[in-house]
Every structure is written in structure tokens, then in C-alpha cells.
């Protein structure tokens, strides 16, 4: 079996995990902090709430490429948020709330901006997410991890 990760920010990442641990073929995902300073060895939520960091809550997803493509995990991301609203979604207000697809290979950013052009031609809002080269990966606090499913609800 060939993994390969793929990486969202979409606004809170108790609800994105939750819908992309859904999928058949979604081996694990986690929660984390990506986008900002590197120059730390660990980050925290509350750092990432001030906004300095410049980091984006975002969900780390390990898949099976051979019962999930890297597109379908595309379009399951743009069917979970809206990516029209700039650093934020709903009631979630920040620059770690910001929509953004980290690629983690040349494969992915290809298909990822593909993806938006599709997209922005099927909505008349302009679409404000950002497709970046994936950085360091900063695992979130335990706490947050499946955080929706370990109490037992569906949304935030």
C-alpha cells in the first residue's frame, strides 16, 4: 500500500477532521499548526489564537492512494468550507482560520490548482484560498485530536 499525505486549513479543525476521517481511504489524520514561524520547536493553540504565528489550523491526512485520490480529497475540502470568506469561516474569525491547501509534492499543487480554477469558474464569489509548499508540520495538543468524535458530535 502507497500513503501519501495531504494537508487543509479550512477554518476550525475539529470539523475538517471529522469530515475527512469519514472517508474510505483516509488512513489517519491529525490536527495541527502549519503556514507560520518555524523557528520553534513546538507551538500552541494559544499562541496560534494571538494570530503572531501566522499559523493556519490545519488537518494533516494520511490516505491509501489506491481507494482515495488526492482529487477527491480536493473536492471533499472545497464542499466543507467556503473558501470565499478571507481568514475566516462562520463565527471563526482570524488568520488561522484561513483557507489554504499545503501541497507536499509538485503532483499535488498541480492538481490543487487545477482544482481552484474548476472551482472559481462554478461560483461567482472570488475565491480566497491559497496553495502553498507544505512546511513544517506542528502537532496540535492532544486534546484537539478527533476532538469532535471523542464527544460524541457532528459539528463545532
Not at 474510505?24 to 494570530?51: A, Q, R
Not at 489554504?100 to 462554478?122: H, R, Y
Not at 496540535?140 to 459539528?155: P, V
Amino acid at each position: 500500500m502507497k500513503s501519501e499525505t495531504a494537508i487543509f486549513g479550512a477554518g476550525c479543525f475539529w470539523h475538517i477532521e471529522l469530515e475527512f476521517s469519514k472517508l474510505l481511504g483516509v488512513l489517519k489524520t491529525e490536527v495541527g499548526y502549519m503556514g507560520g514561524d518555524e523557528s520553534g520547536e513546538e507551538v500552541t493553540y494559544k499562541e496560534v489564537c494571538t494570530g503572531r504565528t501566522g499559523h493556519v489550523e490545519v488537518t494533516k491526512i494520511e490516505f491509501d492512494q489506491k481507494k482515495i485520490t488526492y482529487k477527491k480529497l480536493l473536492e471533499k475540502f472545497w464542499e466543507i468550507h467556503d473558501p470565499s470568506q478571507l481568514n475566516r469561516q462562520g463565527l471563526d474569525i482570524g488568520k488561522q482560520y484561513r483557507s489554504v491547501i499545503f501541497c507536499t509534492t509538485e503532483k499535488q499543487k498541480k492538481e490543487a490548482e487545477e482544482s481552484l480554477k474548476e472551482m472559481q469558474k462554478k461560483t461567482k464569489n472570488k475565491i480566497v484560498t491559497k496553495i502553498e509548499k507544505a512546511g513544517k508540520f506542528y502537532k496540535a495538543e492532544e486534546y484537539h485530536q478527533k476532538y469532535l468524535i471523542k464527544r460524541g458530535r457532528n459539528t463545532c
